[in-house]
């Protein structure tokens, strides 16, 4: 069974712009779960889609966004890039039985 | 803070030596899980342990719960070069809560 992959695996944006990230889970997984590294504030979530609906946020502003599509595929949107955006995003899809959540390589966002 | 704490943060040891790192947590849990992150890399799943579990193997990995104390440890036997890895622990269900790290250096 494939891995959980994202898309792009490296990206460089300037500030004020806007990116957006792509995540395909484990086939047959319909949980997708995104969240962002940084050295200073370690892994923190940002936000869960089951069914291609919202069940969690994390406790980012507005300008983080996500969506899941019918395929289970997720996107997640930040517009108006921050320096302080600069992290490593990363996407998990979680298995049905125990909540047991596989994650995929990330993307690295660098903005500059 | 949310996020559980792990000790100790940073730990080297020469190959072949044990290796544990410990995970505190606040608030009642469901399950814990524990994960593997190579420099700058996605996580590795390493292993789920259910709060009604005390113990768990997978390999070479040793995971406890002690879930009166809010605690628990991975124990890796026999390190390996390749073990070098920070390790995780996470709590929750939909949405992970993870510990601060243990950055694991193994030198050959």
């Known amino acids: 069974k494939a891995g959980v992959t994202q898309t792009p695996r490296y990206l460089i944006k300037t500030r004020g712009q806007q990116v957006t990230l792509s995540c395909s889970p484990i086939?047959?997984?319909?949980?997708v779960s995104w969240y962002q590294q940084t050295p200073g504030q370690g892994l923190q979530f940002l936000f869960e889609?089951?069914?291609?609906?919202?069940?969690n946020k994390g406790n980012f502003p507005g300008r983080f966004s996500g969506r899941q599509f019918s395929n289970s595929r997720s996107e997640m949107n930040v517009s108006t890039l921050e320096l302080g955006d600069s992290a490593l995003y990363l996407c998990?899809?979680?298995?049905?039985?125990?909540?047991?959540?596989?994650f995929g390589p990330g993307t690295r966002l660098t903005v500059l | 803070s949310q996020q559980g704490e792990e000790d100790p943060q940073a730990l080297s040891i020469q190959e072949g030596e044990n290796a544990t790192m410990n995970c505190s947590y606040k608030?009642?849990?469901?399950?814990l899980q524990w994960y593997r992150q190579n420099s700058g890399r996605g996580l590795v799943h390493l292993i789920l342990?259910?709060?009604?579990?005390r113990e768990k193997h997978s390999g070479r990995l040793r995971v406890t719960l002690d879930t009166s104390k809010k605690s628990s440890s991975l124990l890796i036997t026999a390190s390996r070069a390749a073990d070098t890895a920070s390790y995780f622990c996470?709590?929750?269900?939909?949405?992970?809560?993870f510990g601060t790290g243990t950055r694991l250096q193994v030198f050959p």
């Open positions: 998990a899809s979680t298995s049905s039985s125990w909540n047991e959540q596989f």
């Open positions: 086939s047959g997984h319909r949980s």
């Open positions: 889609y089951f069914s291609e609906t919202q069940r």
């Open positions: 608030t009642s849990i469901n399950n």
């Open positions: 342990i259910r709060s009604n579990e």
């Open positions: 996470a709590r929750g269900t939909d949405k992970l809560i």
